[in-house]
């Protein structure tokens, strides 16, 4: 069974990561809108991605005799400047995730809840993966002169590549 704290904790972590596909989902439509093709389906791949991690903490709530609450969900950004700083904010909103999924684990500990804890270290695996391939997207920024000729198209077909290297 969950301790209250714990069971608190997982629900603000599930309403995270589905504001996460949102922000995501957000962002792929800007990228869509604005001719950035690749990038808006890496992002929109993203978005689901997000809310598998959603489903996922939400269903092990439950698993565990705990209360899976459906998260109401806030505004999201939907017009960004320009493609750059969509790629800032998905670096600093997975860096907020990996940090919000670090203090959990450190209450699991204190808790001595193992079970959520061992759960807990596929998102950390994952954070791990997502915040190097946001840092990437914002390499090919310093590799690629968006104002070149075709910088725009280059930095779009580089950046989706990031996440099929995996
Ligand atoms: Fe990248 O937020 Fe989920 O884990």
């Given at each position: ?66 209360a899976?609450?459906t ?5 999201v ?10 790629f800032e ?40 993966e ?5 840092r ?19 930095l779009?077909?580089?950046i ?6 995996e």
């Amino acid at each position: 069974s969950l301790k209250e704290d714990i069971e608190i904790a997982l629900n603000g972590q599930a309403k995270m990561e589905a504001e996460a596909s949102n922000k995501y989902l957000a962002m792929a439509s800007w990228l869509e809108r604005n001719g950035f093709e690749r990038t808006s389906e890496y992002l929109y791949r993203q978005a689901e991605e997000e809310r598998e991690h959603f489903l996922k903490i939400f269903r092990y709530i439950n698993e565990m005799g705990g209360a899976a609450i459906t998260p109401s969900l806030g505004e999201v950004q939907q017009e960004y400047p320009d493609l750059r700083s969509v790629f800032e904010a998905a670096l600093h909103s997975e860096i907020a995730v990996t940090n919000s999924i670090n203090r959990i684990v450190g209450l699991c500990r204190a808790n001595n809840d193992y079970a959520t804890e061992d759960f807990l270290m596929w998102y950390v695996k994952e954070q791990r993966e997502e915040e190097k391939n946001a840092r990437r997207a914002l390499e090919l920024f310093d590799l690629i002169d968006v104002n070149s000729a075709n910088g725009l198209y280059l930095l779009d077909k580089e950046i989706a590549k990031i996440g099929r290297e995996e």
